[in-house]
């Protein structure tokens, strides 16, 4: 088993950074991978950025390239998003996810494990 917990979300103005954190622990020997998805109210869940933890390979969806930046903190076995320009289409539920094995998926079924969120909220 592998339990994951988010932190970090807020309310922000247009344009603001936030970062968001993500820990993992448990059964995370081993090649893995972790993902940020994002669901707005209404909205399917979907992919926003992954980390191979073995290479440190990443993946982003279009509309944040540039804007966000996922990397592996110095902690053990955590995975920060970094937010910046954000916009009111940012607005969502933020999950971290974790996949048991190293290849960054995009897909919901990729991922074996999740936290429970944490809201992002951008004003205009």
């Known amino acids: 088993q592998v339990h994951v917990v988010e932190s970090g979300g807020g309310s922000v103005q247009a344009g603001d950074s936030l970062r968001l954190s993500c820990a993992a622990s448990?059964?995370?020997?081993?090649?893995?991978?972790m993902g940020w998805f994002r669901q707005a109210p209404g909205k399917e869940r979907e992919f926003v950025a992954g980390i191979n933890w073995s290479n440190g390979s990443t993946r982003y969806r279009d509309s944040v390239k540039g804007r966000f930046t996922i990397s592996r903190a110095n902690a053990k076995n955590t995975v920060l998003l970094q937010m910046n320009s954000l916009k009111p289409e940012d607005t969502a539920l933020y999950y971290c996810?974790?996949?048991?094995?190293?290849?960054?998926?995009?897909?919901?079924?990729?991922?074996?494990?999740w936290g429970q969120g944490t809201q992002v909220t951008v004003s205009s």
């Open positions: 996810a974790a996949r048991i094995e190293a290849v960054v998926g995009v897909l919901i079924n990729d991922y074996d494990y």
């Open positions: 448990g059964r995370t020997s081993g090649s893995y991978a």
